[in-house]
């Protein structure tokens, strides 16, 4: 498996405990994960993960600097995926 294969499978399930850690947080009075380092693992590879639990667990599903940002983030990472893929690496 490459690499990036095991990063991204890293980094999503690292954004799934995070996002159940911030909601179990959230509703105990606890510690809450800074929205910095939840925008920060959907950069780094994570939104996949993080939006799937945030959308089953209903956990900051109200807020929509999550609902419409972790979209755009991936959005624009499969566009720098597929420029990459397809202008800079040789065929």
Same mark, same amino acid.
């Given at each position: @498996?490459h690499?990036?294969?095991y990063w991204l /499978?890293?980094?999503?399930?690292?954004?799934i405990?995070?996002?159940?850690?911030?909601?179990?947080a959230? /509703?105990?009075?606890?510690?809450? &994960?800074?929205?910095?380092?939840l925008?920060?693992? #959907? &950069?780094l590879?994570? #939104? +996949?993960? @993080?939006? %799937?639990? @945030?959308? &089953?667990i209903?956990?900051?599903?109200l807020?929509?600097?999550?609902m /419409?940002? &972790? +979209? %755009?983030?991936?959005?624009?990472?499969?566009?720098? #995926? !597929?420029a990459?893929?397809? !202008?800079? %690496? +040789?065929h």
């Amino acid at each position: @498996m490459h690499v990036l294969s095991y990063w991204l /499978i890293a980094v999503n399930l690292i954004a799934i405990v995070i996002t159940i850690w911030d909601k179990l947080a959230a /509703i105990n009075g606890a510690w809450r &994960i800074p929205e910095k380092t939840l925008f920060l693992l #959907c &950069i780094l590879g994570g #939104c +996949p993960g @993080m939006y %799937l639990t @945030m959308q &089953i667990i209903r956990h900051k599903t109200l807020h929509k600097r999550f609902m /419409i940002g &972790i +979209p %755009l983030i991936f959005l624009a990472q499969l566009a720098l #995926c !597929f420029a990459v893929s397809h !202008f800079i %690496l +040789p065929h």
